[in-house]
C-alpha cells in the first residue's frame, strides 16, 4: 500500500533515515531489494521504500495465530512507526485513505 507523505517530511526518512527509524521502532532493519525490511511482534514481515518525496510503499505480512496482547502491542509500533514515517497521524491518514477511495484513486 502507498501513504503519502506530509510536504516537508521526506526529508526526515531518505537515504538511512527510514533504516534508522525501523530500527528505532522495531529494533532492527535491514536492507533487501529496495527495501528496508523488518519485523517485530504478530508482523512477520514489513518492508518499506520511498517512491518519491511525497509517498511511501509499506507491505506487510502478520502471524494471524499471534497472542492479542501481541497483536495490541505490534498495532501500537505500526502507528507509531507509520506516523513518524509519514508526518501523519492515523486519523490523518485514515481520512486521505477515504478520500482518495471516493475519488476512485486507490
Not at 19 to 42: H, P, T, W
Request: one cysteine or more; charged letters at 35%.
Amino acid at each position: 500500500m502507498d501513504y503519502d507523505i506530509r510536504k516537508g517530511h521526506a526529508a526526515k526518512i531518505e537515504g538511512d533515515g527510514l533504516k534508522n527509524l525501523m530500527i528505532e521502532v522495531y529494533g532492527s532493519a535491514r536492507e533487501q531489494d529496495g527495501f528496508v525490511v523488518s519485523s517485530c511482534g504478530a508482523m512477520t514481515m514489513l518492508k518499506a521504500k520511498m517512491l518519491t518525496k511525497n509517498a511511501l510503499e509499506v507491505s506487510i505480512e502478520t502471524d494471524k495465530s499471534a497472542a492479542p496482547d501481541v497483536h495490541m502491542d505490534t498495532v501500537k509500533k505500526w502507528n507509531i512507526f507509520l506516523e513518524r514515517a509519514t508526518g501523519f497521524t492515523s486519523k490523518e491518514r485514515s481520512k486521505r485513505l477515504q478520500k482518495k477511495a471516493k475519488e476512485g484513486k486507490l
